[in-house]
């Protein structure tokens, strides 16, 4: 099992930049299939990005090219790198972590992008 910790949201202006991490505990963190979720007011949390064990990553749609998931194995951290942040990024931001069919969560940290 592993306990993530998010942390680095706040406030920016549209077209800035934020880097959130997430801090893991665990004795198995590179096998972990890791990734950011995001959950606005009144609507569902969605996917943003994830990382593989191996390496590989996946973005949703309307983060492409903007968001860089990556991850530092020595120090059981995941990173989200957000630039051209978008008023419609706001929102609060989960780290998942998936291993033998178990998802766990973080308590998300809040991202707000004014206009």
């Known amino acids: 099992q592993v306990q993530l910790v998010e942390s680095g949201g706040g406030l920016v202006q549209a077209g800035g930049s934020l880097r959130l991490s997430c801090a893991a505990s665990g004795r198995y963190f590179s096998t972990y299939t890791m990734g950011w979720f995001r959950q606005a007011p009144g609507k569902e949390r969605e996917f943003v990005a994830r990382i593989w064990s191996g390496g590989y990553t996946s973005y949703a749609d309307s983060v492409k090219g903007r968001f860089t998931i990556s991850r530092d194995i020595a120090k059981n951290t995941v990173y989200l790198q957000m630039n051209s942040l978008k008023p419609e990024d706001t929102a609060v931001y989960y780290c998942?972590?998936?291993?033998?069919?178990?998802?766990?969560w973080g308590q998300g940290t809040q991202v707000t992008v004014s206009s």
């Open positions: 998942n972590g998936a291993r033998n069919g178990i998802d766990y």
